[in-house]
Nanobody, 125 residues
Framework: QLQASGGGLVQAGGSLRLSCTAS????????MGWFRQAPGKEREFVAAISRYGASTYYTDSVKGRFTISRDNAKNTVYLQMNSLKPEDTAVYYC????????????????????WGQGTLVTVSS
């Protein structure tokens, strides 16, 4: 089970940190990802991190602004979002892939096994 939190309303240029905590299984078995879905749009990949954090991957639109990280001792993955823009407004979902290779990540939503409930991020202009 994945529980996401940290969303809210922020002005353009501001920051938020999303958290996603996993329960019930060994967290280091999971490669983790963040996706988002804006109103009227399809779900899109945002960022991913490998099982021990050695590899990360970002969609181009968030590179240099967002940082994905994880604390395996706390079973938690984070998404630090800086310099937020109105176009970042969306429901953000965390996801987990079970059993991916040590350094691997994926941006393919079909390769994720578990999904959190989503947390809403609204960026005002």
């Amino acid at each position: 089970q994945l529980q996401a939190s940290g969303g809210g309303l922020v002005q353009a240029g501001g920051s938020l940190r999303l958290s996603c905590t996993a329960s019930g299984r060994t967290f280091t078995n999971y490669a983790m990802g963040w996706f988002r879905q804006a109103p009227g749009k399809e779900r899109e990949f945002v960022a991913a991190i490998s099982r021990y954090g050695a590899s990360t991957y970002y969609t181009d639109s968030v590179k240099g602004r967002f940082t994905i990280s994880r604390d395996n001792a706390k079973n938690t993955v984070y998404l630090q979002m800086n310099s937020l823009k109105p176009e970042d407004t969306a429901v953000y979902y965390c996801s987990a892939n079970v059993g991916m290779a040590f350094y691997a990540t994926t941006l393919n939503p079909d390769e994720y096994d578990y999904w959190g409930q989503g947390t809403l991020v609204t960026v005002s202009s």
